[in-house]
């Protein structure tokens, strides 16, 4: 996106570019991070979208590569309905160069295994523990933790789980049967009805 508007000088408008960078930035992380929030809650709750993104969630061991195990349709959709609306506020091509290196940045961390939890300001930023409870293979702990960089957003509407110390969790992955190879994983989402699976929280008591 940043190419095209530098390619084609292609804007639409400057709401946000007049402020300060560091203001700019600061407004990107929370407006992205919100609208990450309710796609990734979108992604648990909706049969279709859970298909899509249950692959990531597949790894029974967490690693910085757990990051980029995604289904490219979960990737595209995730960053236009992230990136699209902070392009058309017109901000500012550093500012937002800059967040997209740090939620690469924090992506990888937080899916690595380095145990991590950001002592006090854990009730603000988003930790590797804090995303290791996402990936939890436990139901008490699904549908939890679901913004990428503040932990506000999960605090505010109920759906964090923080806890003391640097406890993580003992299993990850999904009690769901996908195919191991990468074929397999890209082909499960079209291979069933549209409302045939079932949501992380609630698994298929067989499997659980």
């Known amino acids: 996106m940043l190419l095209i508007r530098q390619a084609t000088h292609l804007d639409f408008g400057h709401l946000?570019?007049?402020q300060p960078y560091w203001l700019q930035f600061i407004e990107i992380v929370i407006m992205a991070d919100f609208l990450a929030y309710v796609f990734h809650?979108?992604?648990h709750q909706v049969p279709f979208l859970w298909r899509l993104h249950r692959v990531h969630h597949t790894p029974e061991h967490m690693d910085w590569l757990a990051n980029v195990h995604l289904h490219p349709v979960d990737k595209i959709l995730?960053?236009?309905f992230q990136f699209i609306p902070i392009f058309l506020m017109g901000f500012s091509t550093f500012p937002m160069f800059i967040y997209t290196i740090v939620l690469a940045f924090q992506g990888f961390l937080n899916h690595s295994n380095?145990?991590?939890?950001f002592g006090p300001l854990r009730f603000v930023f988003a930790?590797?523990?804090f995303h290791h409870w996402h990936h939890a293979n436990d139901p008490k702990h699904y549908n939890k933790n679901f913004a990428p960089h503040l932990a506000i957003f999960d605090l505010l509407f109920g759906t964090a789980h923080i806890p003391a110390g640097n406890v993580m969790p003992e299993r990850y992955g999904i009690?769901?049967?996908l195919p191991e190879d990468f074929l397999g994983q890209m082909a499960a989402p079209v291979m069933s009805p549209l409302w045939a699976e079932p949501t992380p929280a609630d698994p298929p008591p067989d499997r659980a």
């Open 114 to 117: 380095v145990n991590a939890n």
């Open 16 to 18: 946000a570019a007049g």
């Open 41 to 43: 809650r979108a992604l």
């Open 175 to 177: 009690p769901d049967n």
């Open 127 to 129: 930790s590797p523990v």
């Open 78 to 80: 995730g960053d236009c």
